[in-house]
């Protein structure tokens, strides 16, 4: 029986506070079936470091975190000392990257207990997936500046897509599609307006969908295909996007289930030459951090979907993975519930909740 | 009292549908409130012109509507014959951009009678304006393909902001803004991901915002704001955004208020150098044309916005969209409806019983 060995970066924020819910529920799961995880907890990451150290993380990050099995993640970012781009560019983004975890798999699903906000939707209603390409695309540091500072400036950004990168998160999707009930595969483009990348995208679209003449394919574009999410969820089963509009697509989705507090993430390395890396889909909510009442269930949630990838084809990650998750819809029909769910509880009080039903 | 010049453009699929009862309650407000309007009907910047002459409208397109007041557009677009990229960039596109219609401004609104996704929410819960870049920004042609055909194939696809281009628009939300009771204005950013022209928006954002201490602000990441359209519509007042997430936003907030048919928008040029255009946010929607069952509501209420501004400062045209969008309003509490609103009415008897009502 092998012992996977995980890093624990909490990060910023709420990432702290949900971070020890997150880890208890994990490790008491990976116990129970018979599952050797043994975390490294890591303090770099985060914006603390970076006060202290000037970077966001040691110079050897890398030789540190590449030969472990997983990356438990909490959130980063704290944008009233260090902004936005600087905290996840020096951080996330670079895992995400140089990890090559070129799939973002979200799921997307209504619970029973949860005060959503749409009208007359039932657990089922809303039940799809979001894969989102994670390396490339929309987020680049890749453009400049021209005439900078004058009234004439003019700033370029560059979007990069390459077929490689494409063609292999649209067929991770495809894969996917394939294997579940529906087949139905929603393919985000905007081909209309965005003119050169776009159209490309749907051309690979059509040419890896030749190999699965099974899925049904449906292209929409990101402005429609968001109305929809809100007006008619049910439509959806797996849905692929590039790495922006995936991003879009995985907070609207979570959202219409009622909290982005519940929505888990895996960043896959689907070919496992690195670690992947598990995390929440919220950030760190710096407007919330310090009351300890932001919600863990993402990243319990996130945790199964860490023990069942790590371990997969062997059937306890899987068992581990269902068994919280079933443990999350007890707690969310029958409490606590913290302030996002319409209750009072605080983190600490759900995630023990968690914890003892499983 | 001077005459208005008005192209009217039907375009494809649903725009033929809405456009007659677009006229028809646009020309009987503009009489009753002494407004002279002569609409010259066009046919072409439609696929059927495209599928006779291979292009989207004739070489003097630009001499034939320059000297007109406004341009009063339909929907384009019909992607079994043209493709969209094609379609739009030939015609739509190609307005906002040389006819320098820098503020697309899209009004959304709940209203009473129209059965919406949210649960719980009443009118005036939802009532908001989205100011969305028109001209630059995510929609290009810029960009290309290496290594075309191959396994290493590459695609760039340019974003170029201006800062002429940005300043103006961010200006105009902000002078918006400030004139409405709650003076609050929402910036829609990506500057954790998109990491050259993000942050640089988020700097123009405050740069102008300097001129507009009263105006509350708030930036917010794309990914986040599209879950708060959903989750706290009513937070929102004024919400600035560049060409794509304008484009995004203003999709899915009138999703909420239950229906995409009743969305409106101005594509302004407010310097009034060239003609404004106004049209429904939907589009073609080649899977109902034909059926005579489109909601011309949004067509009717961009008639109202055109009078509006045709006649800016002078009081009728404010007095005509206001009754407009009364009789709209008494139409969505009272039927009849069509089949998106949950009815069974025609087209044109929607349009009919709005005019009725005027
Ligand atoms: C048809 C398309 C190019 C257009 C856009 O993206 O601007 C439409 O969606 C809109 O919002 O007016
Ligand atoms: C924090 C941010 C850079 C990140 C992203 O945009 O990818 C987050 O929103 C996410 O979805 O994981």
Known sequence: NRRYRVAAIAGDGIGKEVMPQGLAVTQLAAQRFGIDVEFVHIGWASCDY???????MPDD????????????????????TVPDHVSLWGSLLKFRREFDQYVNLRPVRLFEGVPGPLANRQPGDIDYLVVRENTEGEYTSVGGLMFEGTEREIVIQESVYSRHGTDRVLRYAYELAQKRPRQKLTVATKSNGIAISMPWWDSRADAIGKDYPQV???????DI??????????????VVASNLFGDILSDLGPATTGTIGLAPSANLNPDRRFPSLFEPVHGSAPDIYGQGIANPIAMIWSGALMLDFLTEGQGQGRAAHDAIVQAIEHALAQGPRTPDLG?????AELGQAIAQRL
Not at 50 to 56: I, P, T
Not at 343 to 347: F, P, R, V
């Open 50 to 56: 970076y006060a202290e150290h000037g970077k966001m």
């Open 343 to 347: 209750g009072s509880a605080s983190t």
């Open 225 to 238: 295909l968001s109305a929809r999410f809100v007006l008619q969820p049910q439509r959806f089963d797996v």
């Open 61 to 80: 990050w890398k030789a540190q975190l590449q030969d472990l099995d997983a990356i438990y993640f909490g959130a980063v970012g704290w944008p009233a």
């Open 216 to 222: 049904q394919v449906d292209k929409q574009h990101i």
